[in-house]
């Protein structure tokens, strides 16, 4: 049955890091579309990190510049380094492979399947 974990998350102050990791295991993704979305407070879940089974990358205008998605074929492991991180970002994040159907980019994303996601908190 194919499982993806999240890890990574944590409480930290404004201005600080975090690195999040996306396993996934009985399914392989290394030749997938895979995308971090995050869901804040009250809001709606949005894809805002999107890496290509090629690498090729797109960020959301709220990440870019702070936030790097790469992945590891070899662990079947999809990272999102995480820096200068503000309050705004404060969300439960996700990763997710997305349908072939779709293009792999911010606006053409079918997630698949969900993990359990990890919490992600910055203090002002």
């Known amino acids: 049955q194919a499982q993806l974990v999240e890890s990574g998350g944590g409480s930290v102050q404004a201005g600080g890091s975090l690195r999040l990791s996306c396993a996934g295991s009985?399914?392989?993704?290394?030749?997938?579309?895979m995308g971090w979305f995050r869901q804040g407070p009250g809001k709606e879940r949005e894809a805002f990190a999107i890496?290509?089974?090629?690498?090729?990358?797109r960020y959301a205008d709220s990440v870019k510049g702070r936030f790097t998605i790469s992945r590891d074929n070899a662990k079947n492991i999809v990272y999102l380094q995480m820096d200068r991180l503000r309050p705004e970002d404060t969300a439960m994040y996700y990763c997710a492979p997305s349908s072939r159907l779709y293009r792999c980019d911010l606006d053409s994303y079918g997630p698949i399947y969900w993990g359990q996601g990890t919490q992600v908190t910055v203090s002002a």
């Open positions: 009985g399914y392989v993704f290394y030749s997938e579309c």
């Open positions: 890496i290509g089974s090629d690498g090729t990358t």
